[in-house]
């Protein structure tokens, strides 16, 4: 997805592993709690760049880093629009979202949200659905595979959740975060837009 938007839309493109992976130091957090402010000193450095523009600044997430980047536009403006693909279910919180579907599952996630909050020293994170009520007006684009796995199935609650500015693509017969492999060109053509409707005009 960066080539599309570097080379066909000039879009500047900065890359970020989450800490514990790739080159990136720390200690790696598979659900991703408390990686938010990597975004954020992310964000602060292209702030600081006299070739970006601050207003104009947009956030793309597959995964645990879809639900990082909800919840960073959440924390602040900064963001101006952001695309989340395949936002899933990261604690207890999100498993009660299904409401009595969710409450025989509650226990054992009841259970996993403990061990991560007290493995990685961080807070439960709040849910996605209230994080993503918290971006309108700012534009977001949620993306799920029909067939994703790992909670992808609540991303219509986190639609349903959010005010005005937003769109969602379910991706047809799709695997998890397969979207951009799969359908590279309806992809680019679908972000690329979306960043040009919500960044540009």
């Not at 956030?59 to 952001?82: D, F, H, K, N, T």
Request: glycine letters at 12%; charged letters at 25%.
């Amino acid at each position: 997805m960066v080539r599309p938007l570097a080379e066909r839309r000039g879009y500047g493109v900065l890359l970020l592993d989450m800490r514990g992976y790739g080159t990136s130091e720390s200690d790696p957090n598979a659900f991703g709690w408390g990686c938010t402010r990597d975004i954020d000193t992310g964000i602060a450095r292209l702030q600081t760049r006299s070739d970006a523009q601050s207003d104009r600044i947009g956030g793309l997430g597959l995964s645990v880093g879809g639900e990082q980047m909800i919840e960073a536009a959440a924390g602040g403006p900064a963001l101006r629009a952001v695309v989340a693909e395949g936002a899933g279910e990261r604690s207890v919180k999100e498993s009660l979202i299904r409401g009595p579907k969710g409450y025989f599952a509650a226990p054992m996630a009841a259970v996993r949200t403990a061990a991560v909050a007290v493995i990685s020293g961080q807070p439960v994170p709040p849910a996605l659905d209230e994080l993503a009520s918290r971006i309108s007006p700012r534009a977001l684009f949620l993306i799920h595979a029909q067939d994703g796995g790992g909670g992808e199935d609540l991303t219509p609650d986190y639609f349903a959740a959010t005010g005005e500015s937003k769109i969602i693509w379910m991706v047809p017969e799709g695997k998890h975060t397969a979207a951009i492999t799969e359908q590279p060109e309806e992809y680019a053509e679908r972000v690329g837009d979306f960043f040009a409707q919500a960044l540009l005009r």
